[in-house]
């Protein structure tokens, strides 16, 4: 049994190891472990208090995929319910003939399934962190009229921040029967327009699990991994033949050969069906956790470096 999750799942590896240990399977796993992220006011780029839309907003995505079946659930820009991870479980579990369930339609389906709900998804730190992000630019200083069918399209661009992009919470699991599980929640990227939705509910392109091969999950500027079928390009690397570190260079190579006008930082992390694991990453130093089932608290592990030089709208950026 294991488990591997991006840097900021600490908080949740323990619920999720407990869960493979009392004989839950690898999507229980998954679920548990993120649910925690998503609860977790001190992250901002997942669930609850996470970095809201250009209208200050937070809209949530997520999904998880049963390896041994290929089953899915996904949502995408959920508001008002914390546990996006759940909700998209039970798209899969509920035998719906969909995938995907977005925006009014997902919240309805939350609230149908009893989904817990709360009334207040931010708190006034972060209300203030996007009301000032937003005030650095004098074209926006009218916040009230940031509403209704005004503009948003030149709001958008200036109050863009390419280092708020990355975030996102991964985790991947083997259960005791080999089942592969991945699942991914966020909150998106900051400052968003409306209605963005990244990779991380997009089956193929954020998230990716195949029990006869491998899983991967990505964080990181989704729609580079949207455009390259990033998790599903590893896992067909891994059915190809190529050994997991192998595949997963050739995933962020494909990553490095897109072009036009943004290109950011990307992270990805993946794992064999025989459970050998690793992590890539455009930013030195960045890490991964992992954890057996016979280890008592999980292990940090640096991620492989491959350089994506990044541009945004045209020009290099450092």
């Known amino acids: 049994m294991l488990i591997i999750a991006s840097a900021n799942g600490a908080v949740g590896m323990d619920a999720a190891m407990c869960a493979l240990r009392n004989g839950g399977s690898a999507v229980d796993a998954v679920e548990?472990?993120?649910?925690?992220?998503?609860?977790?006011?001190?992250?901002?780029?997942?669930?609850?208090?996470g970095y809201p839309n250009i209208l200050g907003q937070l809209e949530l995505d997520a999904s998880i995929m049963d390896g041994g079946t290929l089953n899915s659930g996904a949502v995408a820009i959920m508001r008002g319910f914390p546990y996006a991870i759940s909700v998209a479980r039970q798209v899969m579990d509920r035998k719906l003939p969909h995938v995907l369930l977005a925006g009014e339609g997902a919240e309805r389906f939350a609230r149908e399934i009893g989904a817990e709900q709360w009334s207040s998804m931010l708190s006034d730190e972060v209300k203030g962190i996007w009301r000032e992000r937003l005030i650095e630019n004098s074209a926006l200083l009218d916040m009230d009229a940031m509403d209704g069918d005004s503009p948003l399209l030149d709001a958008v661009e200036l109050a863009t921040d390419?280092?708020?992009?990355?975030?996102t919470v991964n985790f991947i699991a083997i259960d005791g029967k080999g089942d592969i599980c991945s699942g991914v929640s966020t909150s998106g990227w900051a400052w968003k327009y409306p209605g963005r939705v990244g990779d991380s509910p997009i089956i193929g392109a954020g998230?990716?699990?195949d029990n006869r091969h491998g899983a991967c999950a990505c964080t990181g500027m989704g729609e580079m991994a949207?455009?390259?079928?990033s998790a599903y390009g590893l896992v067909?690397?891994?059915?190809?033949?190529?050994?997991?570190?192998?595949?997963?260079?050739?995933?962020?190579?494909?990553l490095r050969d897109l072009g036009g006008d943004y290109i950011g930082g990307?992270?990805?992390?993946?794992?064999?069906?025989?459970?050998?694991?690793?992590?890539?990453?455009?930013?030195?130093?960045?890490?991964?956790?992992?954890?057996?089932?016979?280890?008592d608290a999980h292990r940090e592990k640096e991620r492989q470096f491959v350089e994506i030089p990044a541009r945004w709208a045209g020009e290099a950026r450092v």
Not at 32 to 49: C, H, K, M, T, W
Not at 162 to 167: D, L
Not at 236 to 254: N, V
Request: with cysteine; net charge negative.
């Open 207 to 209: 998230n990716y699990a």
């Open 162 to 167: 390419p280092e708020r992009v990355a975030g």
């Open 266 to 295: 990307m992270n990805l992390i993946a794992l064999d069906s025989a459970g050998n694991h690793v992590g890539m990453t455009t930013r030195a130093g960045s890490t991964y956790i992992y954890q057996h089932a016979d280890m």
């Open 236 to 254: 067909s690397y891994l059915r190809a033949g190529l050994p997991i570190q192998a595949a997963g260079q050739k995933a962020m190579e494909d």
């Open 32 to 49: 548990a472990g993120i649910r925690l992220v998503e609860a977790d006011p001190a992250e901002r780029s997942v669930g609850y208090n």
């Open 226 to 229: 949207m455009r390259a079928c």
